[in-house]
């Protein structure tokens, strides 16, 4: 996990492996710790989430997504064109497939959210590919 800095007016957070653990699903860790991928159209992945509001990390409640700048990608992961501010998350190249990636985490903790693609819609032209199970939808 890349160390965080804060996103804006947000304190940092850092915890030791066994907090995240006592504070995260099995499945959450896996992702965001680990850096793991969820399953595509996995159950409750706010992927088909269409209400208005916002999408916030689960491991420090940082809003870092609105569904303002969400769009269906048909990828099966929650898709946005931008974050809900740049300073909210953190990205590195990720040389764990074959061509390298820009991978996203929250600023605030470090949680892995994603990855960056360049195949997205106007105004940006990206795809922040998300993985929901990261994210606490919180409505309107």
């Known amino acids: ?18 907090e995240w653990r006592e504070i995260l ?4 860790f896996r992702v965001g710790v680990k850096e793991g ?9 706010h992927d088909s989430e269409k209400r208005d509001g ?6 420090c409640d940082t809003p870092l997504w609105s569904s303002e700048h969400k769009f269906d990608s048909g990828t099966g992961w929650p898709s946005f064109y931008k ?9 590195k190249t990720d040389f764990k497939m074959i061509m390298p990636r820009k991978e996203c985490h929250c600023a605030t903790c470090g949680l892995h959210m994603g990855h960056v693609f360049k ?13 929901g199970v990261v994210l606490e ?3 309107a």
């Open 83 to 91: 974050p809900i501010r740049e300073t909210a998350v953190d990205t």
């Open 137 to 139: 939808f919180k409505p």
């Open 54 to 59: 916002v999408f916030h990390c689960v491991g």
């Open 25 to 28: 699903t099995e499945e959450q």
């Open 119 to 131: 195949d997205g819609p106007d105004p940006t032209g990206e795809r922040w590919c998300i993985n």
């Open 1 to 18: 996990m890349i160390p965080p800095k804060p996103a804006d007016n947000f304190k940092r957070v850092s915890r030791s492996t066994k």
């Open 37 to 45: 991928t969820e399953r595509p159209f996995s159950p409750g992945n």
